[in-house]
Nanobody, 124 residues
Framework: QVLLVESGGGLVQTGGSLRLSCAASGGIFSRYAMGWFRQAPGKEREFVATISWTGANTDYIASVKGRFIISRDNAKNTVDLQMNSLKPEDTAVYYC????WGLGSPRAYEYDYWGQGTQVTVSS
């Protein structure tokens, strides 16, 4: 059983930055591909970014490419999402997820464990 705990959410103005962090415990972190997903009010959960278990491969949804950066530290069992140039449409609850032996996927059903989420609100 892997426990994921997100932190770093908050309220920021348009154009600002936030850094989300996800701390993992209870498993061998380096065996999991990690992903960030988000869910805005009234919308379905959507893929944001993913990183392979080695950290060599990353992928992003088109709307955040060039603004968000996903990274991981296997020694600290953490995965971060640096979010720059934030827009009001980035407002959502952001979730961290772990995919055992995954290579990094945009498909939520491939992830085995999920965090509770952290709220990100971008004001216009």
């Amino acid at each position: 059983q892997v426990l994921l705990v997100e932190s770093g959410g908050g309220l920021v103005q348009t154009g600002g930055s936030l850094r989300l962090s996800c701390a993992a415990s209870g498993g061998i972190f380096s065996r999991y591909a990690m992903g960030w997903f988000r869910q805005a009010p009234g919308k379905e959960r959507e893929f944001v970014a993913t990183i392979s278990w080695t950290g060599a491969n990353t992928d992003y949804i088109a709307s955040v490419k060039g603004r968000f950066i996903i990274s991981r530290d296997n020694a600290k069992n953490t995965v971060d999402l640096q979010m720059n140039s934030l827009k009001p449409e980035d407002t959502a609850v952001y979730y961290c997820a772990a995919d055992h032996w995954g290579l990094g996927s945009p498909r939520a059903y491939e992830y085995d464990y999920w965090g509770q989420g952290t709220q990100v609100t971008v004001s216009s």
